[in-house]
């Protein structure tokens, strides 16, 4: 997609995200954002930031503390002509807003038999780690891929968070963007300047493997990573690690071949198990793949507990260790 | 409270003119245009009362008695306005250009009912009380955005004022200074529920005061009233002056819906009461003949008119070709993502076994 | 639970629901019961007839449309010492009422350490096939399963309705008890007097089988017995069949146990299959019983769609059809 | 509509009687009380940012500025009363007998920071806006069908008005007529929006005219002002004359939190500014001057005694044993689900293979 003459930037993923907003809002004067404190302030984690000023209050547009408002105006944007960006400040806070989704942005396009359409994008950060208050660290993703009629997406890296975004604000259906709270500053990947899309619905293979697949996405990638690089030192195993990127829909293929190839599979998330994404890897697997399985498909879950306050955050998060030992449960099974 | 909001009239019960200035504006053609439409309106809503003891389409939600402020306030709009019904104001998108075959189609589970005719723009009716407020301060601020100076106007009963989407929408449009009209039906009841255990206001149009936005209490019976108070907030809007709450009193005879019981929950005399003093129709007719212009000739020949209007749309839903699977799985997403593909395949793989 | 000498009565499933309550009303003054049209009306179901008048409108509380506005209020009655029962109108419209749930009913007793706690049950009519209007039709058992905090329970039957949600009013946590509208007069069972209990957390095996076990739930048990029926009379197969009726905790015990006998499962339900509760079940099954599996677990659900305004309603429904022949699949693999 | 809501005052800016009736009510010692623990909150708050700058406690939420509305509101209160407040209200929940050390512990990232002492009632801080103002309703309405004359109160800010968890509280509250006290701090600002972006009107107190409730604007930096209204208003709840909504207009001086900039969207000076001339403890020291009532030595007297309460909570934080992994895990639920229990299991075992 990246014509190799294109300059490329060093930028962290909160500045990927920014990046691909500028862009299109330059590119295109229906793209405008919505949410709260993004106009002068910038936005909480500055990902507006300097938009206000270069785009001015009618496209970068400060809201109400009220995210119904946000999600519905933004509902009747979209089906009058705009492609509104609708900030949420932190996923935890979406739960007003919920109804006008759930109701409204995922369905309108087939109540109306494609009459109206609600090319949306919600922008949310989430995810536990950063030592935010209580509520704010929700991992809420399967909420959404439960609800038909939107596409869920969570970049890790700035420059998927561009491609993604960009993409996400050319699609023509609503779009649930999820911003890992602990990527946004965490690493840098070099980010070409201008217009370019990744596929929405496309896992990135980002370390090939024989021993066992592991799919993860946000900022457990990370985590599992660095988790893996010891195991396979010490262990002398080989781990093919799939940052999925899309969860819904998901990538069938990719995860299918990975796991025929590997035999094995392991699915790191920081949500509570039950209802977690993991449990649809599970089952696209047993669909696709039930002759190849060698072991039981391994989860890494956060726990069915709330995120709890920050001095028990750890503990919540899936830890190397339990990473490590998940993986050696399968390929020892 | 409620003196400061006086229910605003032109004609009166009696069909005595209580505002003639106001009446001025509004020429015998046009009153009688009204009454043509708001006849139109109550017999297709008794029609389908019977289409739907007949089976011939699903629960029906009626609204007769309320034809004046559905009629009165949609007339007062123009093409290329916006308005969001709920799921009991057929009235207002048939007067706003809604086809009664779709409207028809719609109370017979058919996914057609929502769609208006190109160029009419009528938001399929909002379901979850009081959402679709939002979706109206949304596509006017859009036609702010683009320049245009095209309204919307959002239907909305008194229940729904409970919900935290009316107080977020008002607020919305105040303070971007939207051109929304927030057009409440206060029929005087939630199903079951009374407007006294709704709320504790006397009047739903103080309500604006929370917003510093233009509110008004208007006989919703009295269809120039609605006409006249709607076309001034219209004109006002248009005109980047910004919303306004109209409280459009009126009552809906029958019950809730045709699976509702009214006698339940209220003394269903009060509504035949109101057939004989309050009636919307009953009152231009009243006006009319004190102006000497109403013939019954004239009558009989609208209601034929009108009949055959309603017959052949009723044919025409009739012999409307069979549902398409495809209207389920073809407009979730602008193109089936994998997962809903390989379920078509399936349900057709499994159900040409059958 | 219930002693041989105590009188039954055959009811309905809704008749089955009203007596529990009654009971619960009668036993404890600090049940009460709050919603839209449940009071003079009875309820658009008609699930609190003559409660209103038994026990006057302090107790039957006709509120205003805000699903916000009863759960929140809920939650503070029930920390003030009520025992609440949140009727919401249809599952369909607690979207409204999300946030309340999400971050309140299902976390207060977590945030406080236990001090504050959060009785409540929320009562809801879900699901398809009765020809309602848009939106009214949801099955969305897995918003709650992933929850942390709640029980979710769905009854299926007069004698389960009314011992389950006995012990729903009685438990100290927060319990979403699903209605589903197709069960309210479907079927009559024998339902005894007085107050009896049936725990939270149990499946209920509906017919014992050697092939295959169906799990299943709500009104989906009524078409799975009538599309076995068939199945086994003319395949000569013999299917287990097993009510969840608890949707979380799921039965750990009872599902293993089964598969681990057949070999074999097939998961039926109404929601659609991204997200939905039967890859809850599948995860399990995996984590349990992956040894003694002899064929891909087969899904039997709603699309991945929403449900479609009535005419498109049976297409969107589990068919007969459909669920043989993912039995059959099965079986056959 | 703002000439309708003038803002009360007892005493002024420059510490000058206003209302010398209502003073009346008030002993010097009083007075004094008041300031007391104007003081005690002013101090903490500032200690709390330079813990949060050592590192020693998380991202922390100042309220300097706000003691006067958030302890005047919180000593008309009673015994069994019941407090619903947000992140920024620990000035109102030490003065109704939260403990200090717990206080702190929330900060810190403690669990025991939400649990306050036995009998007193105190919610969990309200994190989603607006959300709390339905737990005080629920409350206070227990409260009142268990035919006690308790009442409840709830802290709430500018933005929070925005939200419909916010109409829909006072709604219940009216139309139940339920003993709550809506005690809006209007300090100017949601993060960084003006209130001017937030709402159109120019008072919140109007904002009950909706409900047909009391409401009334004070000036929230008039500890005697805020303790006057909030006792009439307590008062009349505790007779069942029903709620009240209450504008308290404040500032915080400094940032929304330690991890916002305010310079990024206002002027600063105008907190200096303001400093020096609206100052809620200034304000009363002032007044006690005027009356020869202010005495230095006083002065350092309790801020001695202040300074060691401090230091000792602190000092009782920082001793605070270990988290404990089953407040993570025991209080999902009465007991924990197996799958709670399975994953504890899971997680001590590969954790103690560390
Ligand atoms: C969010 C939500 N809650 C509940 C319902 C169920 N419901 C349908 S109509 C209705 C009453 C609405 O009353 P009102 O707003 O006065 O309008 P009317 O029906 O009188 O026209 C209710 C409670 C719903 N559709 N949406
Ligand atoms: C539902 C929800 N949306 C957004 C936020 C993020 N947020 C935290 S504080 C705040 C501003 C609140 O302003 P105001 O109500 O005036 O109270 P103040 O902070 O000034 O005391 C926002 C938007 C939140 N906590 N909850
Ligand atoms: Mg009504
Ligand atoms: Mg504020």
Redesign the pocket.
Known sequence: MVSPAVNTKKMTMIEGVRNAMDEMLKENEDVIILG??IGVNGGVFRATEGLHEKYGEDRIIDTP?S?SGIIGNSIGLAANGFRPIAEI??LG?I??GFNQLMTHATRLRQRSLGRFTVPVVVRAPYGAGVKAPE?HSDSVESLFTHMPGIKVVVPSNAYDAKGLLIASIDDPDPVMFLEPLRCYRSNRTEVPDGKYTIDIGRASVLKQGDDISVFTWGAMVMDTMKAIETLEEEQNMSCEVIDLRTLYPLDKETISASVQKTGRAAIIHEAPATGGVSNDVISLINDTSFLYLRAPIQRVTGFDTPVPVYSLEQEYLPSAAKIQAAIVNAVNF | MIEDFPMQQIINEDGEIVDADALNDISTEKVKSFYYKMLCARMLDKKCVNLQRQGKIGTYVPYEGQEAAQIGSAVALEEGDWIFPTYRDHAATLTFGHSMRNLLLNWRGRPEGNVPPEGVNIFPPGIPIASQLLHATGAAWAEKKHGSDRVSLVYFGDGATSEGDFHEALNFGSVFNIPTIFFNQNNGYAISVPMERQMKTKTIAQKGLAYDMDCLRIDGNDVLAVFAATKASVDRARANQGPTLIEAVTWRYGAHTTADDASKYRDQNESETRRETTDPLLRVQRYLQTQNTWNEDWLKTIEEEITDEIETAIAEMEAYPEPDLRQLFDYVYDRPTWTIQEQVNQHLAVQGEE
């Open positions: 709260e404190d503390i995210e400040q932190f806070f739960y007003p509520i």
